[in-house]
Nanobody
Framework: QVQLVESGGGLVQAGGSLRLSCVASGSISSIETMRWYRQAPGKQRDLVAFITRIHSTNYADSVKGRFTISRDNAKNTVYLQMNNLKPEDTAVYYC??????????????WGQGTQVTVSS
């Protein structure tokens, strides 16, 4: 069994910063691409950023220059440093990972989400 658990969300004023973490645990052999998505009320879930196993990264245009994704392969953890937050960044942030399990199954897993609220 595999679990992804996010943490670090909260309430912050516009212009502030938060750092999200997502730890993957369980029957994991290796983790490939790790991603952060977000979903605002009444809207679809959108990709925010992703990072490959070799640390190649990509960002949504709306967060470029403000958010930074990183990972620690030894800890099976992905981070999202969010700076200069705006009210429109308010959403539930979800972690997603493509990984190989110890049973040699390749699939993606989702975390339960963490709420980020940015006040104006």
């Amino acid at each position: 069994q595999v679990q992804l658990v996010e943490s670090g969300g909260g309430l912050v004023q516009a212009g502030g910063s938060l750092r999200l973490s997502c730890v993957a645990s369980g029957s994991i052999s290796s983790i490939e691409t790790m991603r952060w998505y977000r979903q605002a009320p009444g809207k679809q879930r959108d990709l925010v950023a992703f990072i490959t196993r070799i640390h190649s990264t990509n960002y949504a245009d709306s967060v470029k220059g403000r958010f930074t994704i990183s990972r620690d392969n030894a800890k099976n953890t992905v981070y999202l440093q969010m700076n200069n937050l705006k009210p429109e960044d308010t959403a539930v942030y979800y972690c997603n990972a493509d990984l190989w399990t110890t049973m040699n199954i390749y699939r993606d897993y989702w975390g339960q989400g963490t709420q980020v609220t940015v006040s104006s």
